[in-house]
């Protein structure tokens, strides 16, 4: 079967949609950075609103806009003492995308 370029958009606007809901189920988008959000939609749409939603610390960080702080529970994993234990899953298996995302946030307290 041969998809046109409309149904495509169709299907990445149907999922974008959906990411976009989750992140705003997550952190409400007017009270945080745009660029926070931004990043936020962005992995909720590769992961999840429930893949995303275990990013506890992270969440916290960024309703708080500790973007720095919420940029390092994105790539760490902190034992009950907040001593770093390795990373996380999401740095694991795509370190790329998640140093790239991580250093958005960290940049937004230095503005």
């Known amino acids: 079967m041969n998809y046109t370029r409309d149904y495509w958009n169709g299907v990445f606007d149907k999922d974008f949609e959906i990411a976009l809901n989750g992140a705003r189920n997550l952190?409400?988008?007017?009270?945080?950075n745009p660029q926070a959000f931004g990043v936020l939609v962005e992995m909720t749409y590769q992961m999840g609103e429930d893949g995303v939603g275990n990013f506890k610390n992270a969440i916290k960080h960024l309703k708080a806009k500790e973007y720095s702080k919420a940029s390092d529970q994105l790539?760490?994993?902190?034992?009950?003492?907040?001593?770093?234990i390795g990373w996380t899953n999401w740095h694991k298996q795509t370190p790329d995308r998640a140093n790239e995302k991580a250093n958005i946030l960290s940049s937004l307290n230095i503005q």
């Open 75 to 84: 790539l760490y994993n902190y034992d009950d003492n907040g001593v770093m």
């Open 27 to 32: 952190v409400p988008e007017d009270n945080i």
